[in-house]
Structure formats: structure tokens, C-alpha cells
């Protein structure tokens, strides 16, 4: 059977390392497959071809004894732990193992500035599509990223629900950091203010999870921060990986029990409010100008600009929206989307992470 433009990405991108340029998040195997969700395989080549020249070599790695896995969550051995998934999946389903390690990787979800679930999404969704073995590979490096990466932030979500704290109440409740006290540098590190922000965890705390569907809270964060990304123009990588890292939850969540499922909700929040309050300026959003506006009403004519691109945030970032827009419909994820497409140009290197 001859190899698809994405089976044959992610064989190109198998033997790259997860991060590169000494923290920039390896994007290849996320945008092939949402160029190939977006319906424009055609471009998948050209994307490869542009993007991975820059990327780094993956070091060899050694399975992790099975005892000694939890305590080495977020070592940054990537490399061991892209073994230990390929062992894992050589010996098990994938299913299976994304079953057993979907609630032991939750509590870290900010692992990578999101890029662990999100890529972990993207190869899930690829293999739900056909089992091989590229996409086994890229199965066990994206939860090998996780794990490495693995990332817990301030806070304890849902630990004492407020009746009536939604996504909505949170996100308009965090602190939102004085810009002379942030850090430049990878979200990973712009976040680490958090970690002495008493009233961050009490927020996250208050929110009540179970007051809807976890899937709906999902929708809801992605519709929410959809909107501060268009307020937040100064922000726009930030704001489109704390859409983008919720948006996950959708591809992963039928590999989730209900509770987990829920609990993956809350740390979904988590991170785009911890994204949104190290980010967020307070700018009323500017009228959608005409260009926009008309962009926006075509997710067709969207889809291809975004793919044309070949910028790595605007194709991850249009998929994501147009995912969600399809799931419930909201005309803030077309504006958002066009957004990106008009302002973000072309691939620029991997900048922002």
C-alpha cells in the first residue's frame, strides 16, 4: 500500500527531536495532520520541505523501568520516554495505552506550553484513521513529549466549587499579572509568575466542574478565549495555544472515564487562564474589519489561506477553530481564525513556540 502525504511527514519527522532551537516545540507531525484534517494533503509535502531543515536530531533512548515512571514525569527525558511509548505500544494497543496514560498525563497538561496534549490529539485523531506504523511512532513520541514535558501549574481545579463559577467566571477572575512583573521568554517560563500567585489557585479552585458537560466546557473555554484573542492582538500566540490546548480535550476524551473526563476540563482551564493571565491587556475588541469580515464567511476559502500559509500557529489554529465551530457553532471562531491568517503571514521559524 503506498504511503499517504501524511504517513510519509510523519516518517520524515520520526527521528526529530520533540523541541529545538533550545525550547521551541517541534510542530511537524501536529500541522501534517491538521493539514490533512483541513482537507489540503496536497500542501503536507511543501510544509515538510519548509519546516523540517530546522528541526534537530532525536538522541536514542532507553526504555524506563516500569517502577521508576511516575517519579521521572517531567525529567525532560524525552528520548527515554518516546522509547518507553514505543515499547508500550509494541506490546499493547494503543488504545490501551492511551487509556492507562491519559489520567496519569492530565494533571500535567501544560506540558509544553500544551504542545504535549495537543500533539498526543493529532496523533490519536491519525490513528483512529488508520493503524500503522508511522503513526504508532508518532503515537509514542507525542506521549513521550507529554510525559518528558509534564507540567503542573498553581492551583487545584474544582477543589471548592462556587456554584455559578463557569469558564466564563474564571477567566474573569484570575489576576491578571502587571506587565512589569512578566517574563519574556517561551510560555513555559512567562507562566512561572503563577507560581506565587495565592489568588490564581483560589480561582481555579472555585470552579464548579460539574456544573455542565466536561465536552461543553470545553466549547465554552475555546468560544471564551476565541474572544480575548481577538481582543489581545499584542498576545496572539499566547491566546491561540490557550485555544488550541483546550480544544485537545475533544480528540482525547473518548479514551477518558467521566471523571477523568471532567478532571481534564479542569486543567484544560487551568492552562488558558494561566496563558490569559500572564498575557491579557485590557483592550476592548476592535470592530472585525471588511477583509475580515469576508474571510470569515467562507471556512473553505479559510481552510485553504490557512493551509497556503504554512505557518505552523495559523494551520494548527484554523483547524482547531473550524473543530470547534462544527461542534458548536459560534461566529467568533471564523473571525478569530481570519485573524490569524490575515496577521500571522507566513512560516516565520517556529517563533513563539
Avoid at 124 to 136: F, H, K, Q, T, V
Wanted: with cysteine.
Amino acid at each position: 500500500m503506498a504511503l499517504t502525504e501524511l504517513d510519509q511527514a510523519l516518517n520524515r519527522f520520526c527521528s526529530c527531536a520533540p523541541e529545538f532551537a533550545g525550547g521551541l516545540s517541534n510542530h511537524g507531525p501536529m500541522v501534517a495532520e491538521a493539514l490533512h484534517a483541513l482537507g489540503h494533503d496536497a500542501l503536507i509535502a511543501a510544509w515538510v520541505d519548509v519546516y523540517a531543515p530546522r528541526l534537530e536530531e532525536d538522541e536514542a533512548g532507553k526504555v524506563l523501568p516500569s517502577p521508576d515512571r511516575i517519579a521521572a514525569l517531567g525529567n525532560g527525558d524525552f528520548a527515554d520516554w518516546r522509547a518507553t511509548f514505543r515499547e508500550e505500544v509494541e506490546s499493547s494497543p494503543w488504545q490501551r495505552v492511551a487509556r492507562d496514560w491519559l489520567p496519569i498525563l492530565l494533571p500535567g497538561y501544560f506540558a509544553g506550553a500544551m504542545h504535549g496534549p495537543i500533539r498526543a490529539a493529532h496523533a490519536i485523531r491519525a490513528l483512529e484513521e488508520e493503524d500503522n506504523e508511522d503513526r504508532r511512532n508518532e503515537f509514542a513520541g507525542a506521549f513521550g513529549y507529554w510525559a518528558g514535558g509534564f507540567r503542573g501549574l498553581p492551583g487545584d481545579p474544582g477543589a471548592s466549587p462556587r456554584p455559578g463559577c463557569g469558564v466564563q467566571e474564571v477567566l474573569a477572575e484570575v489576576p491578571v499579572i502587571d506587565p512589569a512583573r512578566r517574563s519574556g521568554g517561551f510560555l513555559v517560563d512567562a507562566v512561572r509568575v503563577l507560581d506565587k500567585e495565592d489568588a490564581f489557585s483560589r480561582v481555579l479552585a472555585a470552579a464548579d466542574l460539574a456544573a455542565s458537560e466536561p465536552i461543553d466546557q470545553v466549547a465554552r473555554i475555546c468560544a471564551e478565549v476565541a474572544g480575548l484573542y481577538l481582543r489581545n492582538p499584542d498576545a496572539r500566540i499566547a491566546y491561540i495555544h490557550a485555544l488550541t490546548g483546550p480544544a485537545a480535550l475533544r480528540l482525547l476524551a473518548d479514551y477518558l472515564g467521566e471523571v477523568d473526563l471532567r478532571k481534564g476540563a479542569g486543567f484544560a482551564l487551568q492552562s488558558a487562564a494561566s496563558l490569559h493571565a500572564t498575557f491579557f491587556e485590557d483592550r476592548a475588541a476592535a470592530a472585525p474589519d471588511p477583509q475580515q469580515e469576508e474571510l470569515a464567511s467562507s471556512w473553505d476559502e479559510l481552510r485553504y489561506r490557512a493551509a497556503c500559509s504554512l505557518e505552523e500557529h495559523v494551520i494548527k489554529f484554523t483547524e482547531a477553530c473550524w473543530r470547534e465551530d462544527r461542534a458548536h457553532p459560534h461566529p467568533v471562531f471564523a473571525l478569530a481564525a481570519a485573524d490569524a491568517v490575515l496577521n500571522l503571514g507566513v512560516s516565520r521559524g517556529g517563533i513563539g513556540g
